[in-house]
């Protein structure tokens, strides 16, 4: 077990930055994962980047109706098609008492830039940040106006330039659970600070009593939380049923009655913007699954239909997912600005075609594969694994299922070690909510080949990048729609993924909860949570 951390190894300074209100209100949650750090420019990973957005700051904060507020920016304006000018809040401090200005911005702005970075798309478009004076900045969208920005800038996170520099933390090294000094530690200027963080085991948050927006949530109370990752289904439902927890998700589908009819809790269902899909190796000459044969299958569109048109999605839907999943032909879910509902439709499934297809591209018997899959990430995220595992036997394919946990995953399929991986699943809420962002980080690989952070496969092709360029700066609506449609056409045409579903969500709450947002993006936060006193 690793060692605990807080956010400044010093439980005197963390005790003067608290002031507890007269009734302290403890809140307990657990979901199937731990977060993977608290980095704020790494691991963009949905629970990992709303714990970050319990104890960090962005220039703007979204909401859970995905409304966009001011925050550590109090206004902005356009000054021309490629010019803005934020107005950043004074009197803010960090938890460690550091003051907030201008250079903590213009600093994190560089560090969220660094190659190591996963979340250098949401300052992507911006080639210029200068500051005017110490609560003034100015930001130059220099290829062109972007009319996403706003939107991407709710997950850039600010850090204390002092406290970082201090500690030796100005390089980002990228990776889940990466042993550095700003994964394990956390100093911003957000509602909750880090009390104690024990990696796997528990994570504590306490409320910063100083925070300048409480007046803007009067009814939250909870003075500290604790995140606690339970893995297993049955004992995470056991610790809501017995109060050892107040909420939990996600609620393994086949127990939403029985907690339902449980005393005191609730089961709250609504929908998602994620997407479950399944990728493939494309840019392997040789795939790893087949050393010494010179061939990667995947490089042919007919082996990727073959393994789409395999897959008996209604199957999965109707008995895996339990009817809490709806079928999906496009890589983002409605909801998010840029889907095409006339576009939505599916290969059918059609095993007798697969192997056809599988045939005339030189593979009449199948192949060898490994499926990398996570096992506590997603809603049943192993047991449509091992759905899909069979339905690819029928066609010939040797597949070896490697389910691990999240972080693992995340990392062997990911940029920190080289896109490890011939096939795999992942998941992708667009943090704008908007297709640019699944365009950008999942098909393309941009203009030097190093875009595309969980583009894990390196699907790639050349419209699709120019389009991507191209939409990014659109600023008519109807143009910018049309190049979107054209886009995932191309992206279907091709079958650069297997898109799966869009995942309902399901939390249990206990009746000592007054109320609590469901975000539709699967996650807490803590200023929208109100207990029971």
Known sequence: MMGKFTSFGLSTVLAAAVAWPAAAETFRYSTSGDVLGLDPHINNEGPTNAMKGNVYEALIHRH?????????????????DTTWIFHLREGVTFHNGNPFTADDVLFSFDRVRQEQSEMVYTVQSITEMTKIDDFTIQIVTGNGPNPTLLQELPLFFIMDQEWTEENGATEVVRGAGVQTFANNNANGTGPYIIGERVPDVQTVLVRNDD???WDEFPDANVT????????????????????????MYPVPLQDVDRLNASDGVEVLQGPELRTIFLGFDQHREE???????????????RVRQAFFQAIDIEAIAQVVMRGAATPTGLMVAPGIQ???????????????????????????????????????RYVNDEAICLAVVPMLERIG????????????????IGASEGYNTSFFMLGWTPGSYDAWNPLNELMTVGPDGDGGTWNCGRYSNPRVEELTQMIAIETDPEARNEMIREAFQIHKDDVGHIT??????????RDNVADIAQRPFNDVDLRFVTMVQ
């Open 64 to 80: 859970p109706d995905l409304s966009l507020h001011p925050s550590l920016a109090t206004s902005w304006e356009i000054a021309d």
């Open 211 to 213: 925070w300048w927006g």
């Open 224 to 247: 500290e939380a604790i995140l606690q990752p339970i893995s297993n289904d049955a004992t995470r439902v056991a610790a809501l049923i017995s109060g050892e927890i107040d909420m």
């Open 287 to 301: 795939l790893l699954d087949m050393p010494g044969t010179g061939q990667n299958p995947f490089l042919d569109q």
């Open 338 to 376: 840029g889907f095409q509902e006339d576009m939505n439709d599916r290969l059918p499934y059609d095993p007798d075609a697969a192997r056809a297809l599988l045939a005339e591209a030189g593979y009449p018997d199948g192949f060898p594969l490994t499926f990398d899959c996570p096992n506590d």
């Open 397 to 412: 394919i040797d597949v070896t299922l490697n389910a691990q946990t999240k972080s693992l995953h995340f990392n062997k």
């Open 500 to 509: 799966l579903h869009q995942q309902a969500l399901a939390w249990g709450v």
